[in-house]
């Protein structure tokens, strides 16, 4: 069984950073993508940064410049770098992975989120 476990949220004050991090456990072959969501109170689920398995990334334009997604394959995880945090930062994060279980099989997991509070 595949497991993300998310891990660094908090509360923090606004221009100050916070990192996340997300580990990948279980039986994986490999991991094929990665992305972080977001959702806010009373809010939609939005994809904030993805990676790819070559290392390109993308970002939502509210995070461009401010947030960093990487990845470490030999440890399997995924961080999210955040930084400048606004209020509007406020969300719970989630982190979602595309696991290649065997050579030829993908599935997508989630972990369970951590909650990332803007505050003064």
């Known amino acids: 069984q595949v497991q993300l476990v998310e891990s660094g949220g908090g509360l923090v004050q606004p221009g100050k950073s916070l990192t996340l991090s997300c580990v990948v456990s279980g039986s994986i072959f490999s991991i094929y993508a990665a992305n972080w969501f977001h959702q806010a109170p009373e809010g939609h689920r939005e994809l904030v940064a993805s990676?790819?398995?070559?290392?390109?990334?993308n970002y939502t334009d509210s995070v461009k410049g401010r947030f960093t997604i990487s990845r470490d394959n030999a440890k399997n995880t995924i961080y999210l770098q955040m930084n400048s945090l606004k209020p509007e930062d406020t969300a719970v994060y989630y982190c979602?992975?595309?696991?290649?279980?065997?050579?030829?099989?993908?599935?997508?997991?989630w972990g369970k989120g951590v909650l990332v509070t803007v505050s003064s």
């Open positions: 979602n992975a595309l696991v290649a279980v065997t050579r030829s099989r993908v599935v997508s997991y």
């Open positions: 990676i790819g398995s070559g290392g390109t990334t």
